[in-house]
Nanobody, 125 residues
């Protein structure tokens, strides 16, 4: 039984930083593609960061250069380090995992991800 649990969300002023965590159970992290998604009120879900089984990363243009995704496979945890936060980054953030390879097109599409966390709220003012 795969379970993903996010934590680390909160309220922060513009320009500030946060680190989100995604704790996994029932999953071997270095055998799964991992991703971070977010959904703001009234907007579609957006894939913002991905990490494949070889440790390669990919980012949406909206967060490139400000957000960094990483994992600690021994701890079964994925992180999203967010810096220079903007009000437009306010959203519910979700982590996702999937054992299948991702293409440049599929990594950011939630349809192709099998497991999801419950989300953690980030508010930037």
């Amino acid at each position: 039984h795969v379970q993903l649990v996010e934590s680390g969300g909160g309220s922060v002023e513009a320009g500030g930083s946060l680190r989100l965590s995604c704790q996994g159970s029932g999953v071997t992290f270095n055998r799964y593609c991992l991703g971070w998604f977010r959904r703001a009120p009234g907007k579609e879900r957006e894939g913002i960061a991905g990490l494949d089984t070889l440790g390669r990363t990919t980012y949406a243009d909206s967060v490139k250069g400000r957000f960094t995704v990483s994992r600690d496979s021994a701890e079964g945890t994925m992180y999203l380090h967010m810096t220079d936060l903007e009000p437009e980054d306010s959203a519910m953030y979700y982590c996702a995992g999937d054992p299948r390879r991702k293409t440049d097109e599929s990594w950011h599409d939630g349809f192709w991800w099998m497991f999801w966390g419950q989300g953690t709220q980030v508010t930037v003012s």
